[in-house]
């Protein structure tokens, strides 16, 4: 049975973010256009699976929900904080600095949110992957203690990120 | 219809913040000299910025009667390619060393964009 799952299925989440956008462009929700974006939903994934082989098995939605939230409101916040840094700090004393961020995900999915996620925030965009991935390349717009900034990466949005990929 | 009145003056201000911000990036974009600092500025100010825009112009079309929720997928499309556009425009100047050149990884040999086969000089002929 989980087997026939798996095969109809490839990807489960994928069948639901396919489906939602697919309701989401029609601008009306009616069951004719969710069914259909259903059985997008359901041969997109099936018929990509092939050049997909090692996809992640699974994501917690509740844990990732949560992240999303954490990050809109990181972005907001973040938006302000380099809104004011453009307003009101000269160019003579701004202290941009590359920080190197010591990965512990190893699924490239996990990796390239985190790298989104990154860049979304407060004063940093990723800039660069190790050769061998297991380092990324953060440039910071404006600090003193690029240690923190690290740490902070890390504890923040790496440790929630490790807990929804499985 | 003071309902709709009110939520009119909503998306004005949600238009404003919106307009603010993509002032305050464009700013940005031309003050900062240094090509990565320059980076910072429209890919944080220009998603918010955005977002403060598709926001107003939700409001609005509920307010006039035929709502719309195209504005989400926008939004969230935007999240998502904003950052791999900026991944993008930093990977070049690393490449091309218009940048400082960011420090060693600690763990490989060096980053992925540095990572490149050293160039044959020209007019030197392999032997085989």
Redesign the interface.
Known sequence: MSKVFNWLFPHPFLTLLLTV?WT??Q?NISAGMVVFGLILGVIIPRMTAVWWPDRPRGIRLLKLFNYMIVVLWD??V??IQ??WI??TRP?SK?R?T?V?V?LDLKQPEAITVL???????P?T???????????L?V?T?DTDDPDGVRDEIKNRYEARLKEIFL | MTLDAVLIYIAGIWLLIGAIFALVGSIGLLRFTDPMTRLHAPTKVGTVGIGALLLAGMIHAFVTGDGSIHELLIMSFLFVTAPISANFIAKVHIHRRTCETPPKPLKDKTWSTLDVPEEKPKGVEVEA
């Open positions: 956008v989401l462009l601008n972005i907001l973040a938006n380099v809104a453009v307003l160019n701004l941009p590359w190197i010591p790298a989104g996620t990154i860049t979304l925030t004063g965009v990723s800039a660069d992957l190790s050769s061998e991935g297991h380092s390349l440039h717009l």
